[in-house]
């Protein structure tokens, strides 16, 4: 097992926030957009250096899309921030219409995603954000792991003509990706190579498939670990080329399994290439108040899920 | 272009309408005859628009260096199709194709197609005022001296987003959009004071920061008189609003002064009867 290290834990939405801030600094044609949660964003260096590129749009977040679809047609490349829900269940039929109907180049950026929103409960805890968006024609759905795929995947985004959803979150969790890795929108990435099972993981997931893997490795098991930070496009060659190697897999998000990740590879799988899969989503069911961490583990997006899935799925090989 | 020449384009227009309603047997004639007006006068006088060497249009998506339209109500299309084509953005034979397959004349205004002088879907209402915003921030932004234009209709005020749009443009200054109610008082449901009533639509945008303008929408002497006091009027610090009285099915008499025909395509024998009301001065698609 490939052994990762970090030296700190930090909040994705702020690999997001030095996004913007270098992206400030590269790109005269980024323009920021917020629906009052400047602070959350972490955008206040962008705006500190950048304040005529800032356009506060106030608790109104269908407008905010509109205006960001309008924007494009002067070549300029809007980011619309918010937290997740607002940005994407609130707002649904602006981005359906406005952005992917309409194929505009807005870059929808939105934080505390999924059930480590924390103590604000349900209300503000999106866990369905994938599946709606994957569904539009055109969208490409993005959810890196950590600070520094998140700060890549921002400056990545800006160089790519057309319409995106970038899922980041609040919580502080191990940034292990290189500072210097270039982000590769739809370029799957194998963390750790494998033979007796593939997992798929997303977003905060990623490191808990990675602490999984250690797991594993104790009852002899070799898994093969890919972080698919990209939903859609899927990298369907890089999830059918270790699925012919191990014959089984588990996906592992934070987002209800009916239209995530899970969804998405099992699509790839009866399509091409039938084949045992085990899913560690949240199962049909709102979230609540609480911890991030009481939250993972009350739901089961814990390593701990992750490994007694695999041991099960490897069970269904014939 | 001359008064009288507007109202040339504007009864071809009209007869676009109702040919191509009934071609398709569906679409929405009566706000698109009520708008008629304003639409040719916007395209055939008031904007200025991108034009080559010869004097003929030029799309470009972008709109820099030139005055935009956007389509609220989308589902008016009907009257956008026609005086795009009769204004040479794509030609005129297409109109026979509205809300067919594999047309680029899409039930309401689509981009996907690449029809020459769309620039956003509209359909699901409430949304067109919003992306104008964008458009004329934009504009803003790049030190584009232009003007945009927005039509909403009157029923589409019910929508919530509207009125996001409405607090933002003032507050941002957006004094280079000028914005259209259609205020036909009718929508599909019935009339509109009956089915959510708007109250005093003047009152409520002035009370958001707008500054207001009334007209008669069917009335191209007022039209043109309106439209010269709201260019003048930009460019100070607030947008504006014009307020535009029109009649739904305005020119067809059996179509105005009822909801009826919001979104009805007339038969044979109503199409004649329509098409007798109407002069053909510039030749049928």
Redesign the interface.
């Given at each position: 097992m490939r052994t990762y290290t970090f030296t700190e834990k930090k909040d994705t939405r702020s690999g997001f926030g030095a996004g913007m801030a270098e992206l400030g600094r590269k790109n005269p044609d980024v323009v920021a957009l917020c629906a009052d949660l400047v602070a959350s964003l972490k955008l206040d260096t962008f705006i500190k250096e950048n304040p005529e590129r800032f356009i506060q749009c106030g608790i109104a977040e269908a407008n905010m899309i509109g205006v960001a679809a309008g924007l494009t047609l002067s070549g300029l490349i809007p980011f619309a921030t918010t937290f997740a829900n607002f940005g994407s269940s609130r707002v649904y039929d602006q981005i359906r219409q406005a952005v992917a109907y309409s194929n505009k180049n807005v870059k929808i950026c939105v934080s505390h995603a999924g059930l480590t929103l924390g103590e604000d409960g349900a209300t503000h805890q999106v866990l369905e954000d994938i599946g709606m968006m994957k569904s539009l024609p055109g969208m490409t759905v993005i959810n890196p792991c950590d600070f520094n795929q998140t700060k890549a995947a921002t400056i990545a985004i800006a160089d790519y003509e057309g319409p995106v959803y970038l899922r980041f979150g609040r919580p502080v969790v191990p940034n292990f990706t290189p500072a210097d890795q270039p982000f590769e929108i739809g370029k799957a990435i194998v963390l750790n190579e494998g033979a007796d099972v593939s997992i798929f993981a997303t977003g905060h997931l990623v490191w808990q498939a990675l602490e999984a893997g250690k797991l594993l490795v104790e009852q002899g098991i070799d898994a093969e670990i890919i972080n698919i930070h990209t939903i859609k496009p899927l990298d369907k060659e890089a999830i059918l080329k270790s699925i012919y190697k191990t014959g089984c897999a588990v996906t592992a998000e934070e987002h209800q399994m009916n239209g995530g990740l899970g969804d998405s590879v099992a699509q790839v799988l009866s399509l091409n290439h039938p084949a045992p899969l085990e899913m560690v989503a949240v199962n049909d069911s709102f979230g609540e108040s609480g911890t991030p961490d009481q939250l993972m583990e009350k739901y089961g997006l814990t390593a701990a899920s992750i490994v007694a899935k695999a041991l099960a799925v490897i069970q269904r090989k014939k | 272009m001359k008064s009288t020449d507007l109202e040339k384009v504007a009864s071809q227009v009209r007869r676009d309408i109702v040919r191509m309603v009934h071609g398709v047997a569906s679409g929405h004639p009566g706000g698109s005859l009520g708008c008629t007006d304003l639409l040719v006068s916007l395209y055939f006088e008031a904007m200025d628009l991108k034009t080559d060497e010869q004097d003929s249009v030029v799309f470009d998506?972008?709109?820099?260096g030139e005055d935009?339209f956007f389509l609220s109500n989308g589902h008016i299309s009907p009257v956008l199709y026609s005086v795009l084509a009769r204004r040479g953005y794509f030609p005129v034979s297409e109109l026979a194709t509205f809300r067919k397959l594999d047309s680029r004349l899409q039930g309401h205004p689509?981009?996907?197609e690449h029809l020459p002088g769309i620039?956003?879907?509209?359909?699901?209402l409430?949304?067109?005022?919003?992306?104008?915003?964008?458009?004329?921030?934009?504009?803003k932004?790049?030190k584009?001296p232009h003007l945009v234009y927005c039509l909403m209709g009157d029923g589409e005020q019910q929508e919530?987003?509207i009125w996001?749009?409405a607090?933002?443009i003032p507050?941002?200054q957006l004094d280079n959009l000028i914005a259209f109610v259609d205020f036909n008082g009718q929508q599909i449901d019935g009339p509109t004071d009956v089915v959510l009533n708007n109250r005093d639509l003047g009152k409520k945008y002035e009370a958001f920061g707008w500054t207001v303008l009334h007209m008669d929408g069917n009335d191209l002497t007022d039209v043109a008189a309106t439209l010269k006091k709201a260019k003048q009027a930009s460019g100070k610090g607030s947008p504006i609003c014009i307020i535009m009285k029109t009649e739904m099915g305005q020119g067809v008499d059996f179509m105005m002064h009822t909801h009826k025909w919001h979104g009805t395509a007339p038969n044979n024998e109503q199409l004649a009867a329509a098409l007798a009301q109407l002069d053909e001065t510039l030749g049928d698609y």
């Open positions: - | 998506m972008s709109g820099s935009m689509a981009t996907a620039r956003i879907a509209s359909g699901s409430g949304q067109g005022l919003s992306a104008a915003a964008g458009a004329a921030y934009g504009k932004l790049r584009d919530g987003q996001e749009a607090s933002f507050h941002r």
